[in-house]
């Protein structure tokens, strides 16, 4: 299974920004995807889940109200959009697959499978 988080880029604050994140070597119905970020110097931390068909979805407070997840099955793709960055917001986003039972999705070592990152800057 191989994950390829792509969207990132330079944004202003209060701007937008889309990533997106395309799994091949098995269909994504199977798995809970996740966004996770990690800034120079942090540990990676959690941004969002959605579960198998998009019912269930979960974000950190930093990010609720502004992100959004979304996943498209017949596309095996996921989705994160970014309303309102901020700078805080300044990160490499990783996209992730978790084979598991919906609970501790916001825990990096819950997930299987890990994209290779995009970054994203927000500029203020």
């Known amino acids: 299974v191989q994950l390829q988080a792509s969207g990132g880029g330079l944004v202003q604050a209060g701007g937008s920004l889309r990533l997106s994140c395309v799994v091949s070597?098995?269909?994504?119905?199977?798995?809970?995807m996740g966004w996770f970020r990690q800034a120079p110097g942090r540990e990676r931390e959690f941004v969002a889940a959605?579960?198998?068909?998009?019912?269930?979805?979960q974000y950190s407070d930093s990010v609720k109200g502004r992100f959004t997840i979304s996943r498209d099955n017949a596309k095996n793709r996921v989705y994160l959009q970014m309303n309102s960055p901020e700078p805080e917001d300044t990160a490499v986003y990783y996209c992730?697959?978790?084979?598991?039972?919906?609970?501790?999705?916001?825990?990096?070592?819950?997930?299987?499978?890990w994209g290779q990152g995009t970054q994203v800057t927000v500029s203020s």
């Open positions: 070597g098995h269909t994504i119905n199977s798995y809970i």
């Open positions: 959605i579960s198998w068909t998009g019912a269930m979805t």
């Open positions: 992730a697959a978790d084979f598991g039972g919906w609970g501790h999705n916001n825990e990096p070592l819950t997930y299987d499978y």
